[in-house]
């Protein structure tokens, strides 16, 4: 490609970015996060003998980070969220055994105001939508992929697969910038039948 079409290219993707978080309420954000999961496991894979197949559950605790993007504090309008999340969990129920996963993430948020007793007879729409919300409930869905891997007999053993689940949780906004997270998740997938995540995250908004 010549390269005089990759330097527009370059240059009108870096217009557009700029563009995208221009403004006070620009809403990228990160997000570190402190996770456990309880995890259900099939040991066998079909009925025997009319009997239900036995189950394994094991215990994760993890950390990461979440990268995200906040449309309402741009529009003002659209109550959407979306991030991109990585997780690194060890395996509490066995040793030598971890598991990493990366998850795309959508929610909607129902946004809650606080006002001050002086404020109800005077405080107007216009002055709502200069504020970032006090506290948000969310809902969400979840998609992505995990990474089981164990040590055994010195050799690393890796086993992926798909999953997907739905998100729900409550953010406290401290300030503008900054907002402690508490979220359940509930995720399916193949290879395992289910888990349950536990979450706490403390969110910063870069821009």
Not at 25 to 54: H, M, Q, R, W
Not at 119 to 140: A, H, Q
Not at 156 to 177: A, F, K, Q
Request: aromatic fraction near 18%.
């Amino acid at each position: 490609m010549n390269k005089r079409y990759i330097i527009i290219c370059f240059l009108l993707l870096i217009s557009s970015i700029n563009f995208l978080f221009a403004g006070p309420f620009s809403g990228a954000y990160i997000t570190p996060k402190l996770n456990y999961k309880n995890e259900v496991l099939n040991k066998t894979n079909n009925v025997e003998l009319g009997k239900l197949p036995d189950l394994d559950k094991n215990n994760y605790v993890g950390a990461g980070f979440a990268l995200g993007y906040d449309f309402f504090r741009v529009t003002r309008l659209v109550p959407l969220r979306i991030d991109f999340e990585y997780m690194f969990d060890y395996n509490l129920s066995k040793n030598q055994s971890f598991m990493q996963s990366f998850l795309g993430n959508i929610y909607y948020d129902i946004n809650i105001f606080f006002l001050n007793n002086d404020e109800l007879d005077v405080v107007t729409s216009k002055s709502l939508f200069n504020r970032n919300p006090n506290m948000t409930i969310y809902i969400g869905l979840a998609f992505g992929n995990r990474l089981y891997q164990s040590i055994e007999n010195k050799y690393l053993l890796n086993r992926s697969s798909i999953m997907y689940g739905v998100n729900t949780g409550i953010t406290y906004n401290v300030n503008d910038w900054f907002a402690i997270d508490i979220g359940y998740r509930y995720l399916k997938g193949f290879g395992f039948r289910e888990s349950h995540d536990v979450l706490f995250g403390t969110r910063f908004t870069l821009l």
